[in-house]
């Protein structure tokens, strides 16, 4: 391809609402262009390292021994009032009618779809195992999208889904496809952790996601360095330390003028946050939920979500706390009655502990659990975080940030059962089929490989996914032998079957070599009246500092060599 006539243009300003490094370059080299939020459209540059990504993924998948389908995108709203996932994915969600007024979405994830195609088709147990994928475009009205391609609302997704007969016949599936997940993000450049997540609204019993560790990624990694351990800050669970303040003591009252929250209160006794309860309010599809927590943790919503099994949950405002009749500031489960409590499993480790009287500017020494207070529900409702105990080894957690570029679910039998996707076993007996699903964002992966792999200058791509292999950079006129040469070699270069993007305008060096570093294309070749004079030209690897000169006799093998083409 000739710049001179490529779709597209560099842009040497950085886009004023562009806030991750992937967004910037994405756009400053011309490979996307954004529509409205979150929706984009990809140039000739970005598509093709769209579809090398997507033969990437096909590759690996057909290897593991997956079979491509093509699913439709508008799907009956009824099924998702079958599955019950209107209300649980109701806010993301884009749906419409057709002129009949009857309801559709479009797709956000197919599991819907693939289990009642696979009702239709898998009757025996002879017809398992079987695992089906495609690569499609999704949506998801994200409330803010964000990083470019990292947050969108219209994306391009690998989806695979697993039927197995049983519980072991899913592990296996589970397992290869962690392997060929694995692979994927090995030939794309990406180094990538492995993390027990949240299983949301796809629902199932494990769950976990592929992380590319950077800095600029919109998730919290808790990890552990001893073990290895590591989970998405959703689900991480941390050890919790029991705070031993002795025999149970009797209840007693403390006066606690103006103090209200947790800092002023353990700051007037003189005692660590560790040593208080704290009482946190949430309305759960309408409904009061009092939750108590040790004073020095916090509550994770997406736990306390889960334990709840709630469609929308969210903190009371003041208003519905004093209607409720609570005392903010002092208030505890402690002689109170009417409200579903929730209580972290810290409050039952410990003694003595500091927690509110109920009545203003008081609070009560001595809470001990279940002496003083019962719970509707104890479960672990809180964030883990960096410092805190390994529950595994009894290490201690760090954390880092990751981009999440696939996520993997072992879905068992939720929607085989709901779609009637069952199968006669040997005997004769009916089951429903064990099912696992396994996504991946090609569009979040490719900006996951620029957040990885730029520098100062732009993209460094890794030649797997590059656009193009080889950019000729032709330092001379047009009509010059400096041009004659440059294209003669773009010529054999691309019969011998190399990718080349030839640099054939009328612009100055400086503006040329920037651009070839932006776009970050793996080999550049200088073609000069310099380089010339020497029967030569120069060749530059992207990722290194130094160049070498070539005879013109030897590049074209040499580049064969290199690109192993
Ligand atoms: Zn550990």
Redesign the pocket.
């Known amino acids: 391809m000739r710049i001179s006539k490529l779709f597209g243009k560099t842009l040497r300003e950085v886009p004023a609402d562009a806030d991750t490094v992937s967004h910037q370059l994405l756009v400053r080299t011309g490979m996307i262009n954004q529509l409205s939020a979150g929706i984009y459209s990809y140039l000739p540059l970005g598509w093709r390292v769209l579809r090398k990504i997507e033969n990437i993924i096909r590759e690996e998948m057909n290897a593991a021994g997956g079979q491509e389908v093509n699913l439709p995108v508008i799907q009956p709203y009824e099924m998702w009032q079958l599955s019950g996932r209107d209300k649980a994915l109701s806010k993301v969600l884009f749906s419409l009618h057709d002129r009949r007024e009857r309801r559709h979405v479009l797709g956000p994830t197919h599991e819907e779809v693939i289990t009642q195609l696979a009702s239709r088709f898998i009757h025996s147990y002879r017809d398992l195992p079987t695992m089906l994928y495609q690569i499609q475009v999704k949506f998801r009205d994200e409330i803010r999208p964000r990083g470019g391609l990292l947050r969108v609302r219209e994306f391009h997704m690998m989806d695979l889904y697993s039927f197995d007969v049983d519980e072991a016949g899913l592990n296996i599936a589970y397992d290869c496809m962690v392997e060929a997940y694995q692979k994927v993000f090995d030939r794309c450049g990406l180094t990538t952790m492995l993390v027990e997540a949240d299983s949301g609204a796809i629902g199932g019993k494990d769950s976990r996601e592929f992380m590319a560790v950077t800095e600029s990624g919109e998730d919290e990694i808790i990890y552990?360095p001893?073990?290895?351990?590591a989970g998405n800050v959703e689900k991480a669970v941390s050890a919790k330390v029991s705070i031993d303040n002795g025999e149970p003591l009797p209840v007693e009252e403390v006066a606690t003028p103006g103090m209200g929250t947790i800092e002023e209160v353990a700051g007037f006794l003189k005692i660590p946050h560790s040593h208080t309860l704290k009482a946190v309010f949430y309305i759960a599809d309408g409904q009061m939920v009092f939750v108590v927590i040790r004073g020095d943790l916090e509550v994770n919503e997406i736990k306390l979500n889960n334990v709840l099994k709630a469609t929308e949950l969210r903190m009371a405002t003041e208003p519905e706390v004093i209607e409720a009749g609570i005392v903010a500031g002092a208030a505890s489960p402690v002689g109170l009655e009417g409200f579903k409590v929730v209580a972290d499993d810290s409050v039952t480790s410990g003694t003595n502990f500091v927690a509110g009287g109920n009545k203003p500017d008081t609070h009560i020494r001595n809470v001990n659990f279940p002496r003083d207070f019962k719970a509707d529900i104890i479960a672990d409702i809180a964030s883990a975080r960096a410092g805190d105990t390994?529950?595994?080894?009894?290490?201690t957690f760090a954390s880092t940030r990751g981009i999440e570029l696939g996520h993997i679910f072992k879905l068992g039998t939720i929607y085989s059962e709901k779609f009637d996707a069952s199968f006669i076993d040997e005997k004769g007996e009916s089951h429903p089929s064990v099912m696992g699903c396994y996504g991946m964002g090609l569009g979040r992966l490719m900006a996951a490989v620029i957040e990885l792999n730029h520098d100062d200058k732009g993209i460094i791509w890794p030649l797997s996914v590059a656009p193009y292999h080889v950019y000729i950079c032709t330092l001379s006129r047009e009509g010059t032998p400096v041009s004659q040469e440059a294209e003669k070699l773009y010529e054999e270069l691309t019969a011998a079957g190399l990718e080349v993007l030839l640099d054939d305008r009328e612009d100055s060096p400086g503006v040329k070599f920037n651009d070839a570093d932006l776009l970050g294309i793996p080999f550049r070749v200088t073609v000069s009246p310099r380089t010339l004079e020497k029967n030569s030209v120069e060749l530059k690897k992207r990722s290194e500092k130094e160049s070498e000169i070539v005879p013109l006799t030897d590049i074209v093998d040499k580049l064969k060599e290199l690109i192993g083409s």
């Open positions: 552990c001893d073990c290895n351990y390994c529950h595994q080894c009894s290490g």
